[in-house]
């Protein structure tokens, strides 16, 4: 069964505080791993797809990298309107998007 | 055209009204997904089109029922919904793994 975690569950920053977020899966032939952002109340907005290990993918301030149990996604330098839910999800042998429970960031100015 | 769009943004219905959520792109997607989201939860899947046709439903209960008219629409009618059911109800579509983009989804409150 394919399995997503992610941690920190929630984290608070300091606007200008650079951090990572990590997303651990487990999954039978990975076809992609996606990084979401979603605000509340809204869906979730596509941010970047990895499909292999050593991947890397930069937009504004965030960067995603992928190896063959983890993805990251560093937030460089960030700022207030950062602060959102961030979700990755997984494609692999179920054949259909499996999403961990999020990383609620907040950045404080 | 990369949006998804939903309709209504929100809806509030009694136990005992049928009313449908709709979704359209116009992408050129080939499968089409409803989900649905409790606060602070995940997405869940409920169903995925692939080609027009339903190819997976996730043991969803018989008062949601899916309907994809044509490629680039597709509905959810509810019907006898109970007060659990409320939630933020998810269109999405991708082209094989590309381009997999929600809505911005159907506030549901069943009252």
């Known amino acids: 069964e394919d399995q997503v975690t992610q941690s920190p569950e929630a984290l608070r920053l300091q606007e200008g505080e650079s951090s990572s977020l990590n997303c651990s899966y487990t999954v039978s032939g990975l076809r992609g791993l996606f990084w979401y952002r979603q605000d509340p109340g809204k869906g979730p907005e596509f941010l970047f797809t990895l499909y292999s290990a050593g991947e890397e993918k930069e937009k504004e301030r965030l960067k995603a990298t992928l190896t063959k149990k983890e993805s990251f996604l560093h937030i460089t330098a960030p700022k207030p309107e950062d602060s959102a839910t961030y979700l990755c999800?997984?494609?692999?042998?179920?054949?259909?998007?499996?999403f961990g429970k999020g990383t609620k960031l907040t950045v404080n100015p | 055209d990369t949006e998804v769009t939903q309709t209504p943004k929100h809806l509030v219905m009694g136990m005992t009204n049928k009313k449908s959520l709709k979704c359209e792109q116009h992408?050129?997607?080939?499968?089409m997904y409803w989900y649905k989201q409790k606060a602070k939860k995940p997405p869940e899947l409920m169903f995925v089109?692939?080609?027009?046709?339903?190819?997976i439903n996730e043991s969803v209960p018989s008062r949601f029922s899916p309907e994809c008219p044509n490629s680039s629409l597709l509905n959810l009618h509810l019907h006898a919904l109970q007060p659990e059911d409320s939630a933020l109800y998810l269109c999405?579509?991708?082209?094989?793994?590309?381009?997999?983009?929600f809505g911005s989804g159907t506030r549901l409150t069943v009252v």
């Open positions: 999405a579509s991708s082209q094989d793994l590309t381009g997999y983009t």
């Open positions: 992408m050129g997607h080939r499968a």
């Open positions: 999800a997984v494609w692999g042998g179920s054949e259909k998007l499996v």
């Open positions: 089109y692939s080609y027009e046709k339903l190819s």
